[in-house]
């Protein structure tokens, strides 16, 4: 059973209702609210794991919302997955910027929104927790500082390491080099982004050809961590 708790907060109850049922089934406790004033209220009560916010909502939108939560300290850390009709590229950039960690355009699929909260639970685990991260026998460990794939250690520089321990805690998500540079390398370093290229060569030689699929080229953006092809 998972501990983790989900607060759906939409405005149409057939759409939380189905949410509700696709989370239940995955093992998820769920909370439903139908406007953003109750939601604020649960969360600062019941402080759930994650937040499913439906952008447009009569009175405060979803949008307003995320901004308020993301500006206040106690909830700046709440993950959030924005549910939007608009599909235009804008309005995703504008739930991006509000601090909503994923978005998803309906109409989704159940399963599709479980695999994306999955993702977004994974790489949202508070900074400096130090438990060790697996993938389809690769393994990081923060502890001891060593990357083994099926037991066999890795031999993984520095930079290989901080980037490889950054994508395996921000799965399925696609980062742009500059996003990556600012992440691995720190907003202050001046490094060009193609520094980024010779370091992801770098550590998919290192992870050998059982893992080195792992780490995705995503055409005109960047790189991606997934385990899916």
Do not use: C
């Not at 601090?99 to 998803?104: E, F, L, Q, R, T």
């Not at 309906?106 to 929104?113: A, D």
């Amino acid at each position: 059973m998972s501990s983790k708790t989900v607060l759906i907060v939409d405005d149409e109850s057939s759409i939380r209702e189905m949410i509700a049922v696709a989370l239940e089934m995955a093992d998820y406790r769920v909370l439903e609210a139908d406007n953003a004033q109750d939601a604020h209220a649960i969360v600062v009560d019941e402080k759930p794991d994650l937040l499913l916010l439906d952008w447009m909502m009569p009175g405060t939108s979803g949008l307003e919302l995320a901004r308020r939560l993301k500006r206040d300290e106690t909830t700046a850390e709440l993950p959030i997955i924005l549910l939007t009709a608009k599909g235009e590229e804008d309005n995703k950039i504008q739930g991006l910027e509000a601090g909503a960690d994923d978005y998803i355009t309906k109409p989704f699929s159940p399963r599709e929104l479980v695999a994306r909260l999955k993702a977004v639970l994974r790489r949202t685990t508070p900074k400096g927790v130090e438990e060790s991260v697996e993938v389809e026998g690769l393994m990081l460990d923060p502890a001891s500082h060593r990357v083994t794939a099926h037991g066999n250690s890795l031999e993984v520089g520095p930079t290989e390491y901080r980037l490889l321990q950054f994508f395996m805690t921000h799965q399925e998500r696609a980062y742009t080099r500059s996003q990556l540079l600012d992440q691995v390398w720190g907003g202050n370093v001046y490094v060009e982004e193609r520094t980024v290229d010779v370091h992801i060569r770098r550590l998919r030689k290192a992870l050998g050809e059982g893992h080195q699929h792992l780490i995705q080229t995503v055409r005109g953006t960047g790189y991606r961590f997934s385990a899916q092809a």
